[in-house]
């Protein structure tokens, strides 16, 4: 099984659109959602799609990937903080409105 992480911060909006889009295109994958400490919905929104497992954790992009690393259940582990962006085309920015492109990117970890 595959497991993605993502962390997220302030990305509710984001997510209504990604987590539907994720069950269709990769049925099967266990989703998980790391939340760094949100202001806006991102937690409702995570807990109304059954497919997508929250977890809160201190904000930082590599402490909420090792939180989720902690709790995934898949062999394989595709981690991105920015899968939320290049999932889908014309996603808002929301961290902060800080520039985020030297996080674009996939990490697949896998058994060697």
Request: aromatic content about 4%; glycine content about 10%.
């Amino acid at each position: 099984m595959l497991s993605i992480i993502i962390p997220v911060l302030n990305e509710a909006e984001n997510l209504e659109r990604l987590l539907p889009h994720l069950r269709v295109v990769c049925p099967g994958v266990e989703v998980i959602v790391v939340d760094g400490g949100s202001e806006d919905e991102t937690s409702a929104v995570v807990r109304r799609f059954p497919h997508g497992r929250l977890f809160s954790n201190e904000r930082g992009r590599a402490r909420q990937m090792n939180a989720g690393t902690k709790v995934a259940k898949g062999q394989s582990l595709l981690f991105s903080s920015m899968l939320i962006r290049s999932c889908l085309p014309g996603l808002k920015r929301r961290s902060g409105g800080r520039e985020q492109s030297r996080y674009r990117g996939w990490t697949l970890r896998h058994p060697i």
